[in-house]
């Protein structure tokens, strides 16, 4: 039995190498962008691969890779009911709602003229976002029927990239500002007003279609849950100063005090009816009820390094440090083996 796993700084496979080499499970380094990829698996029994919404050749293929191996009957990680819906919010409306998640209420529209009719008919503020990006990237609050008509113009028309250039310098001066960021991002923030990225020239504009979310006023946090093999750690997010969104903000709060059994135990349903092998679930409150503002498979794993402990799936508290890559592999293996 033998696993093979794509290597790329920053992501998860660091951590999947450690534990192989520590458990002594066989493992073999693959480039996935091979053209030989599929040849150079057929000796391995399962792959593991960590792809990025935001690296262009991993938009091109990925998910085309993954899920064409898995019909072929290898084990993949991650697999189909996983990631078919990463980095897509539109996916992910009509799955929650399938469902039956509590999903903060979501609107898409595909016609422009029915998208106008709308906004004439709906309260605001509302939360617009494109269906691909992550940290916040192109979530803005729209306060206004007049704003909103100005996104849908433009969503019907010329789109939008998947680069803002004066969003990511905020970003980055946001962070830099907290210690969060060297000044040397900052200024490659600024370089790159002269030209866009190689993922937003290969991706293109976003256009054909509006995506809006209700906002749920008096969140100063979002919860992000994180399912994986009957086991789930959380973190809480601190909003940015003067604004609404958590995510990419960078202040993190881990005690155990800060999260909800019943929160807990609504993502491990959540996870199962999706049959998802790592799921993190971004929660904001409506009173006193927590509701799904998108979900994901991929995560930073550094973020999550100082988590007090985690719940198993009888929400028992384990409490210490705990190797969340490590179950990932622990799962796999599983399937492999059945």
């Known amino acids: 039995m033998k696993i093979a796993i794509h290597q790329k700084k920053n992501d998860f496979s660091s951590k999947w190498i450690e534990y192989c080499q520590n458990n002594g499970i066989d493992y073999k380094i693959v480039n996935c962008y091979s053209n030989n990829i599929i040849e150079e698996l057929q000796e391995c029994n399962a792959l593991m691969w960590h792809f990025n919404q935001a690296i262009p050749a991993d938009y091109l293929f990925a998910k085309q890779l993954i899920f064409a191996l898995e019909a072929s009957g290898k084990k993949v990680f991650p697999d189909f009911c996983t990631s078919w819906h990463f980095d897509d919010k539109v996916a992910q409306k009509y799955l929650l709602e399938a469902i039956g998640a509590p999903l903060v209420p979501t609107y898409v529209f595909y016609d422009k003229t029915e998208a106008l009719s709308w906004v004439e008919q709906t309260t605001f503020p509302k939360v617009f976002k494109l269906r691909h990006g992550a940290g916040s990237a192109h979530v803005k609050l729209i306060e206004s029927s007049k704003d909103a ?5 433009r ?4 789109g939008f990239s998947q680069y803002d250039k004066i969003a990511s310098i905020k970003d980055r001066l946001y962070k830099f500002r907290n210690g969060k960021n060297s000044w040397w991002n900052v200024i490659k923030g600024v370089l790159r007003l ?3 990225t190689q993922f937003a020239k290969i991706a293109g504009n976003e256009r054909g279609y509006v995506y809006f979310q209700d906002f749920i006023p008096q969140n100063d946090y979002d919860i992000r849950v994180i399912v994986i093999a009957g086991k789930a750690f959380a973190i ?3 909003t940015r100063e003067g604004d609404f969104r958590a995510s990419g903000s960078g202040h993190v709060l881990y005690e155990k005090k800060h999260f909800d059994e ?5 993502s491990f349903e959540i996870a199962d009816q999706l049959k998802s092998q790592c799921l993190a679930i971004d929660y904001v409150y409506d009173g006193a009820k927590p509701m799904v503002v998108e979900i994901s498979y991929g995560f930073i794993k550094e973020v999550y390094y100082s988590c007090e402990g985690y719940w198993d799936r009888n929400l028992n508290w384990n409490p210490g440090s705990f190797d969340a890559q490590g179950w990932m592999v622990e799962s796999l293996l599983e399937k492999v083996v059945k």
């Open 149 to 153: 008509r100005k996104i849908i113009h």
């Open 155 to 158: 969503a019907f028309s010329r």
């Open 194 to 196: 002269a030209k866009t």
């Open 236 to 238: 809480k997010r601190l």
């Open 262 to 266: 019943e929160l807990i135990q609504q």
